[in-house]
């Protein structure tokens, strides 16, 4: 599984406005939306499912990063989007740390073994500390979807 290929670069949000989470949340899935990835009309359903699944633990796993994600019936494809926040955003990560770089994880309901292989696919790169501070470095969409590709045409390590 390649990153450009889950990734909807349309969506990708390089200057987050929304300063919590659940504006996070919603700003991207909003986004999503706007550019066909998902449905509008489920939109507010997306967005209160992953709240939802928030609270239920965050997944702000720190090193500045969150990767909220959500499995539901009315998600038709699986998809993610990055959004990037210059002034960082409190996700209750385990580290207490701001999170600067979201990527948000959207998945069918019955979509258990893609979800966490496309799961497995963004923690991966986002262990790598230069991915991470070239991601929070990458000031338009142009920038993240370019880094993306590059990561995929890297060897696996």
Not at 125 to 147: G, K, M, N
Request: hydrophobic share 40%; proline share 3%; net charge negative.
């Amino acid at each position: 599984m390649k990153l450009s290929e889950l990734i909807h670069g349309p969506s990708i949000i390089a200057d987050l406005q929304a300063t919590d989470r659940n504006g996070v949340i919603r700003e991207l899935t909003e986004s999503l939306a706007e550019h066909g990835a998902i449905q509008q009309e489920h939109v507010e359903t997306v967005v209160r499912a992953t709240i939802a699944r928030e609270k239920s633990g965050s997944t702000g796993f720190g090193k500045g990063v969150a990767v909220p994600h959500v499995k539901h019936a009315c998600v038709e494809k699986m998809v993610a989007t990055i959004g990037r926040s210059s002034h960082g955003v409190d996700f209750a990560a385990l580290d207490r740390s701001p999170v600067y770089t979201v990527v948000m994880l959207l998945s069918p309901q019955d979509a258990q073994d893609d979800h966490l292989a496309a799961m497995e696919k963004v923690f991966r790169c986002l262990q790598r500390e230069t991915y991470r501070r070239f991601l929070r470095q990458s000031e338009t969409r142009e920038a993240i979807v370019d880094l993306i590709s590059e990561v995929d045409d890297a060897p696996s390590s």
